[in-house]
């Protein structure tokens, strides 16, 4: 059996983060039954956390005008969760400093060039142009623990969305600014803003859609004890 040749490992190995797309958007039915088959997701004591707010054509215009114009204005606000382990350690920051270089580097941005690096994050905000834009959030009462839910609930809508033609990109850029989107959504008191979500079909001739990101050697990341069947996997 090679598991790498199966379609759902092809789709895993298919996705990437898409940062430029083409205007077609998604229709209403296809985008619901999305979002309610990824509730198929396990979550600890089947709790079920965090919430998908979907905006297309003129909420999400108005939503993306108003958002970049308090982005570009205002200092970001301190996060409602953490993220980076403080300091990070050199061997994340090689990963994360990779990780820009591919972006940068597709788009051909040079390192010191501040105002088109700051014109590509500010693009963040835009939801990359995506005809539809999610902003994900989650029940400010919740354990940390519950991220891991909502992570497996977010990966199930986005290889839903990638087995469906649609690409993606998740935006975490949108937690410095997570009281704004509050405030723009009318989002309930309880709710607190965690991420966005970028989907569309990709415009896979855009440079910034060509470069894929490098991933950890499986010894670096998983131990194995008592397996004996080592050479058929
Ligand atoms: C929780 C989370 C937050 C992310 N935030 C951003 C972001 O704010 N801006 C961005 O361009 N990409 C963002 N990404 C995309 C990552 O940079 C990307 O997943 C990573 O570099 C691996 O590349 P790949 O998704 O193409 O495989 C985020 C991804 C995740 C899972």
Do not use: W
């Amino acid at each position: 059996m090679d598991i790498q040749h199966h379609a759902f490992s092809q789709l895993l190995l298919s996705r990437h983060s898409c940062r430029d797309f083409l205007p077609e958007t998604v229709p209403e039915s296809v985008i619901k039954k999305m979002i309610a088959l990824a509730r198929a997701a396990p979550s600890s004591a089947n709790l079920q956390p965090g919430k998908f707010h979907a905006l297309t054509g003129e909420p999400l215009g108005g939503f993306v005008k108003t958002l970049s114009d308090i982005s570009a204005n205002n200092p970001p606000e301190p996060a409602s969760y953490s993220y980076f382990p403080q300091p990070m350690p050199g061997e994340l920051k090689l990963r994360q400093r990779e990780a820009g270089y591919a972006l940068y580097g597709a788009l051909n941005i040079q390192r010191r060039d501040i105002t088109a690096r700051k014109q590509q994050f500010a693009a963040n905000y835009r939801f990359f142009d995506a005809p539809v834009g999610i902003v994900v959030t989650i029940d400010k009462e919740m354990g940390s623990g519950c991220f891991m839910d909502l992570g497996m609930f977010i990966m199930s809508f986005l290889m839903l969305a990638e087995s469906t033609g649609y690409s993606s990109c998740v935006i975490g850029a949108f937690s410095h600014y997570g009281s704004a989107i509050h405030r723009l959504l009318s989002l309930s008191a309880d709710e607190k803003v965690v991420c966005g979500i970028a989907l569309g079909r990709a415009n896979r001739q855009a440079p910034v859609n060509q470069f894929r990101t490098s991933r950890i050697a499986l010894e670096d990341f998983a131990t194995f004890q008592g397996f004996s069947d080592r050479e058929t996997q």
